[in-house]
């Protein structure tokens, strides 16, 4: 009987030994297959990357290849528009042409106003001129600090040299004559 | 021919204009636009808040038509609700004078689009979908738009 006992008890625990040997067996070659994965996945997700950066670069180098081609820097204006202060002047539209040519409409909501007011500057658009001087005409309408409706305007000219061209447009307030002018300034 | 020819062009033509036209449920194209009695606006900058666009025909110096309109709209104020006047100049018209924004639109202005039959009423979810669209007698119908905006107005469920 004690023998029996003893026999079943080996039996047992050789069973018992075995199963976890298989279990850790399996569990290992899935280990392994999962870090082979893994790491192929880490292999090909840095290639993806490295592939993105490479085609974000090309995209920005085009980009810039465009912009050359296009507007070249003996070519290259901008016009910009802002507000300082603005306590006279509340300005509705902007209209501006060079040279009689190319005009800017833009027309401004109490939402930009605002903006404005706080001291953001508005690209207005981007232009292709030649070197020479230009003449800028600009009107803007709005209403002065009594609510009534006035035109500010401006005839400026402006000499373009083979370096690009910053143009801005600035209503200024002006304490001493408590009104707003119509300004103009290069970068 | 030339028959085939000009049936196939009428309905390419009739087609286009159907596929353009504005529709309940359509998401309404952005506009500024100058004002005859304040500021310039912009559709875009009412996102959140509910918009009624009315839209005039003929009108010189109308503002006795808009009047109901107008009490329409302040009436709703308090809700959030926002209501333009769009009036287009014609001939020596003389634009009216409303307590309400009164927008100007002017063909020159490429940033804004005129809305055909006119007159014609529009109600705009706060996230800029047209709700609503009244177009055939609508100054006649102006009791049936304001039921229309008040239970539009108090069902409330744009951003469920």
Known sequence: MRITYLLLLSLMSSIGFAEPVQISGEALENKASANKAKAQTSQLSTKATS??????????????????????????????????????????????????????????????????????????????????????????????????????????????????LYIELKIQDNKEIQSAELLISQW | ?????????????????????????DKVPDFVMTSTNGAPQRLSEQIGRPLMLIWLSECDRCQEDLIDWQYLAESWAVEGLEAWVIWRKQENHVAPWSRLPVLEYQASNRQAWWFEPSPAVMFISPDGVLDYLFIDNVDDRKVEVANELKQWLENKNWFQ
């Open chain 1, 51 to 164: 592939i993105k950066q490479s085609v974000l670069e090309l995209n920005r180098d085009l980009y810039q290849l465009e912009e050359e081609l296009l507007s070249p820097a003996t070519t290259r204006a901008a016009v910009y528009f802002s507000l300082s202060y603005g306590e006279f002047f509340e300005p509705y539209s902007i209209n501006i042409t060079v040279d009689d040519k190319q005009p800017i409409q833009y027309l401004y909501t109490k939402r930009q106003v605002s903006a404005l007011r706080q001291g953001a500057v508005q690209p207005l658009r981007n232009l292709n001129l030649g070197p020479g001087v230009h003449t800028i005409k600009a009107i803007a309408k709005g209403i002065d600090n009594n609510g009534k409706n006035r035109e500010l305007v401006l005839e400026e000219s402006v000499e373009k040299h083979d370096q690009p």
């Open chain 2, 1 to 25: 021919m030339v028959r085939y020819i000009w049936q196939i062009l009428l309905i390419i033509t009739s087609t286009l204009t159907t596929v353009e036209a504005l529709e309940p449920g």
